[in-house]
């Protein structure tokens, strides 16, 4: 017999004799990294749409401050964040672009990634809010909806500028896991789980 022919036999086998099991371990790993799919950017007209951008990172606080510079604002962080201590790392060029994504009022922000920050303010005129970088560490992604509407976003598409911080204990890598990547590892789950059934028969 054919090797090809013997290994999809088998392999059919597997599926027939545990195809439930192999199901259910499937849709959970389709339901566990579903939210992998994130947010995407479109309408940017450029090499930017359908980039994919995580999920929204969670704003901490927002204030209204007219002096901004490295020690104001990282000092206003550490406020915030207590007893978490955060250094500044890089400010960003002034009028940064802001992108759409996929869902309404939802906009997201480049990143320098390296070092991977932790928190990242985003400034427009005098108003500057704190979001924690718990997605995907190269993209920053607020919603409109949680800021001032004096604070003017999208406006014309750009911020004053970005700061990021990261923590001073390294922080940690939080980014999401690909769904790919999820629905391989459960795949290959559940195939070695048919064979664990078969050998035991």
Not at 109 to 122: E, G, N, Q, R
Not at 149 to 162: A, E, Q
Not at 178 to 195: K, R
Request: charged share 20%; hydrophobic share 40%; net charge negative.
């Amino acid at each position: 017999m054919p090797e090809n022919l013997i290994i999809k036999t088998f392999l059919m086998d597997i599926f027939m004799k545990n195809y439930k099991l192999i199901l259910a371990v499937l849709f959970l790993c389709l339901g566990i990294s579903k939210i992998g799919w994130g947010l995407t950017i479109v309408n940017s007209g450029g090499s930017n749409d359908d980039t994919e951008v995580g999920e929204i990172d969670p704003l901490k606080d927002w204030t209204e401050l007219a002096n901004s510079n490295e020690t104001t604002e990282t000092e206003w962080v550490n406020k915030i964040l207590s007893p978490i201590t955060v250094k500044f790392e890089i400010k960003l060029e002034e009028d940064l672009p802001i992108y759409d994504t996929s869902s309404d009022e939802v906009f997201a922000v480049a990143l320098a990634s390296s070092p991977t920050p932790d928190y990242f303010i985003v400034k427009n005129a005098k108003y500057w809010a704190l979001f924690e970088n718990s997605s995907y560490f190269n993209w920053g992604v607020f919603s409109s909806k949680d800021l001032p509407t004096t604070m003017n976003i999208p406006g014309d598409y750009t911020v004053s500028h970005v700061t990021q911080f990261i923590d001073d204990g390294g922080g940690t890598n939080n980014e999401i896991p690909e769904p790919t990547t999820m629905f391989l590892f459960g795949t290959g789950l559940a195939g070695l789980a048919g064979i664990n059934r078969r050998k035991k028969k």
